[in-house]
């Protein structure tokens, strides 16, 4: 990580980063987290067509199914959940405060996971756990708006929530920087894009009031389309050229020198 904070490549795209944090808070405070937070999945057709672009490679046919079959789920998933789009009037902050430790529980867990087995597995591990991370900033975030819009701006909740969620996006970036560390940006988009919506999605329904109104074949729908999108992205990881050690040797520790810096002559060492 040390390294990375010198990197000027690297620094310009947290600024990117960073700019499209402050975009999506804005898409957070004007509708519900159900229709805003899923559309993230466009990242991954553009990650496919950069990885191709860099390896002049075509994606394999694998590669593209799985990606057609995340990015149809979970646009099923958007519009099921787009079919309430309706908050709660008054929400819980101490309710969503304990929820909030019990879903950052899970992500620890991934993170965990992702220290050990073949690298693909690794990427998946810190890539979802990232995602857990991501997708409840967005719901704390989710939250602040609600709370603010209930006459709570100067509450000790409103801080609180602003400090998780700046918290959040830094621990968040920390655990997708391991990710990417040990698997293709494909993946790790893949990953982000069908965890981090579910989280916030299913956070949203269960404490935020969304969902209420929800017709029981849109829930099926959005039940069914959440498997498949994840079935998708564990295709996409364990199929894509870039997720395996070259010449099935196992790969360097976890965020190695070697992974941030490649030299012609560490780019195969053990």
């Known amino acids: 990580m040390f390294a990375l904070l010198r990197n000027p490549t690297w620094l310009a795209s947290v600024g990117i980063i960073v700019l499209a944090g402050l975009l999506h808070a804005v898409g957070l405070a004007l509708a519900p987290i159900s229709i805003v937070q899923p559309i993230g999945v466009l990242a991954i057709p553009f990650a496919i067509l950069i990885s191709a672009r860099r390896r002049r490679q075509a994606p394999a046919g694998t590669v593209l199914l799985a990606v057609t079959v995340t990015v149809l789920a979970v646009l099923a998933f958007v519009l099921a959940a787009a079919s309430d789009g309706k908050n709660a009037e008054r929400i819980d902050a101490v309710e969503i405060a304990w929820s909030s430790l019990g879903i950052g529980l899970l992500a620890c867990v991934l993170a965990v996971i992702g220290s050990v087995g073949p690298m693909w597995s690794r990427c998946l591990a810190w890539a979802s756990a990232g995602a857990v991370v991501y997708g409840l900033a967005s719901a704390m975030l989710r939250t602040d708006t609600m709370l603010i819009a209930q006459g709570d701006l100067l509450s000790l909740h409103v801080f609180g929530y602003t400090s ?59 039940a069914i389309s959440g498997t498949v999108a994840a079935v998708g992205v564990l295709l996409l990881a364990r199929h894509h050229p870039e997720g395996h050690e070259p010449d099935d040797v196992a790969g360097p520790p976890v965020a190695s020198h070697a992974q941030i810096h490649p030299h012609p002559r560490e780019e195969h060492t053990p």
Do not use: K, R
């Not at 929800?214 to 959005?222: G, K, Q, S, T």
């Open 164 to 222: 998780a969620v700046l918290a959040a996006y830094a621990i968040g970036g920390w655990l997708v920087q391991h990710a990417h560390a040990n698997g293709p940006p494909a993946v790790v988009l893949g990953s982000l894009t069908v965890v981090d919506p579910i989280i916030a999605v299913l956070f949203g329904i269960a404490f935020l009031g969304e969902g209420a109104h929800l017709a029981p074949l849109h829930a099926a729908v959005m």
